[in-house]
């Protein structure tokens, strides 16, 4: 499974933007899918995560309200719609797959087998 990011760049605060993950084809479409960010100096920290049928998704307590997880099966496409962004939102955003072991979708970045290259989001203030 390959994973390749996309939609990142830089935005002032107030802003928004719209990241894509697209998986390689016939990747199944039953991979648990999560967006994470990496911020200089910080740990990689869970963003959004989203099952496979699309109908659990979950969100750090920081973006609820403001981001939109979801996910396009026919198109192996996860997107992130970023809204109202902030500075602190600045960071390297990486998506990640997890084989279906279980109907889980975790916050742990452990638990998730494939990863995207990252792409980085830039919120001046």
């Known amino acids: 499974v390959q994973l390749q990011a996309s939609g990142g760049g830089l935005v002032q605060a107030g802003g928004s933007l719209r990241l894509s993950c697209t998986a390689s084809?016939?990747?199944?479409?039953?991979?648990?899918m999560g967006w994470f960010r990496q911020a200089p100096g910080k740990e990689r920290e869970f963003v959004a995560g989203?099952?496979?049928?699309?109908?659990?998704?979950y969100y750090v307590d920081s973006v609820k309200g403001r981001f939109t997880i979801s996910r396009d099966n026919a198109k192996n496409t996860v997107f992130l719609q970023m809204s109202s962004l902030k500075p602190e939102d600045t960071a390297v955003y990486y998506c990640?797959?997890?084989?279906?072991?279980?109907?889980?979708?975790?916050?742990?970045?452990?638990?998730?087998?494939?990863w995207g290259q990252g792409t980085l989001v830039t919120v001046s203030s």
């Open positions: 990640a797959a997890r084989r279906p072991v279980d109907m889980g979708v975790p916050a742990a970045w452990e638990d998730y087998d494939y």
């Open positions: 084809p016939r990747t199944p479409s039953v991979y648990t």
């Open positions: 989203i099952s496979w049928t699309g109908s659990r998704k």
